[in-house]
């Protein structure tokens, strides 16, 4: 249904009958971390995620994952890493 608080006419699954079924009954505004990935934009409560209602949450356990702005660096080096040769190492490991 169409949030009608937070970004009105926003098609969203938390809207229901009752409201905005989010925790708290609303998206929560950015976190710093977010500041510059392209999916912030303006609600009536301020900067919000169009991905996620919560983006303080999608950084409590590293990187989020949805943001555009940052890279996950562990992935850029796991693909240096020649695949046959990592699936060979991880095999020997665990014999
Ligand atoms: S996608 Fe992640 S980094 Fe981007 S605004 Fe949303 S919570 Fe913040």
């Known amino acids: ?50 991905a996620y209602p919560a983006p303080e949450k999608k950084w409590t356990s590293g990187i989020c994952n949805f943001a555009t702005h940052v890279k996950v660096e562990i992935k850029t080096e796991d693909l240096k890493v020649n695949p046959l040769k990592a699936s060979k190492k991880a095999a020997g490991k665990k014999k």
């Open 1 to 50: 249904m169409q949030c009608q608080t937070v970004l009105p006419g926003t098609e969203c699954t938390f809207w229901g009958k009752q409201g905005c079924i989010f925790s708290g009954g609303s998206c929560q505004t950015i976190v710093e971390n977010c500041e510059g990935c392209e999916r912030i934009v303006d609600g009536t409560i301020g900067k919000v995620c169009s």
